[in-house]
C-alpha cells in the first residue's frame, strides 16, 4: 500500500524508546552535509529515491521483507512514480537501505487513503486544507531507534510543509500503532477501524495538523528536553530546520 506502513515495524519498541534520552550522538554536532545526500548523523544518511534506481530496488526489497515479516502482502507496486507530487525518502548506512517513507500530495487522483476514508479527508478538504499523507513508511528494526526516526519524519514534514505548503498530514496505522503516533507526535484518530484490502488488515485514520508540528519544533526542535517525552524534542532545531530546507529546494531544482 500502502498508507498503513506503520504495520512495517516503524513504532521503536519499549527498549529502543528507553534509549532515546541517552544516545546524543546522531544530533548536531555530527550534521553533515554531503553533495549527494539530503543530510548525514552518526554514520547514516537520509537521501531521495527519485531517479535511483538501485535505491528504488531496495525500497522495494525493504517494504517486502518489512510486509513478510508482518505476515502481511502489498498488493499495490512499492514505488509508485505515476502518481504525481510524490516524494521518497532513503535512510541508509554505506549501501544498505534501512528506512524508508514516501510523501503523497494531494492530486487529481487523490490520495491512497480515500479509498477508505474520503469522507474524513475530504472535511480537510473543504476547510480549505492542503492535504497530504504518508505512505510506505518501513523500518529495519535492527536500525529503529527514536533519533532514526526523528530524521525521518522531520524530513518529511520539511517536504510536506515547506516544499509543497501543505496544511494536514494523513495516515492509516494498524490501531495497535495509533498509540505510538498519538505519543509522539500528537496525531489524533479521526477514521474508524476498518479492513485495509491493500494488506488485509485492520487500519485506522490519523490526522495531524502541520501547524501544530510546526509549533512543537520551535519549542522543542533540538533541545531534547528531559521534561518532553515526544519525538518533536529529537527534530532538528529550527536554525538546522531552514538550512536542510534551502537544501532540499535547491536538491530538486537540480534534478
Known sequence: MITADCYTNCAPNEKTRASGTSSRTVHDNNLTLDPD??????????????????????????VERMYAWRGLHAHQPVMQDDRPGQTTLVACRGDHVFGTVTIGIDSGDGLLADA??????????????????????????????????????HLAFMVA?????????????????????????????????RICPRVG??????????????????RLGGNRSPDDRSLYRLFFSP???????????TMRQAA
Open 37 to 62: 545526500f539530503v543530510v548525514t548523523r552518526d554514520g547514516y544518511h537520509v537521501r531521495f529515491a527519485h531517479g535511483i534506481e538501485q535505491a528504488r530496488s531496495k525500497v522495494s526489497l525493504l
Open 116 to 153: 477508505l476514508y474520503r469522507e474524513q479527508i475530504d472535511a480537510a478538504r473543504e476547510e480549505g486544507g492542503r492535504v497530504c499523507e504518508l505512505t510506505r513508511l518501513a523500518m529495519d528494526p535492527s536500525f529503529n531507534t527514536p533519533e532514526v526516526m526523528s530524521t525521518v519524519f
Open 161 to 193: 510543509r515547506f516544499i509543497h505548503d501543505m496544511t494536514d498530514l494523513f495516515v492509516e496505522v494498524h490501531p495497535r500503532h495509533a498509540r505510538f503516533y498519538r505519543r509522539m507526535l500528537d496525531c489524533r484518530i479521526v477514521g474508524p477501524e
Open 201 to 218: 488488515a485492520p487500519a485506522v485514520l490519523l490526522q495531524l495538523p502541520l501547524e501544530h508540528v510546526e509549533r512543537q519544533i520551535s
Open 239 to 249: 536554525a538546522e530546520q531552514q538550512n536542510l530546507v534551502r537544501r532540499m529546494r
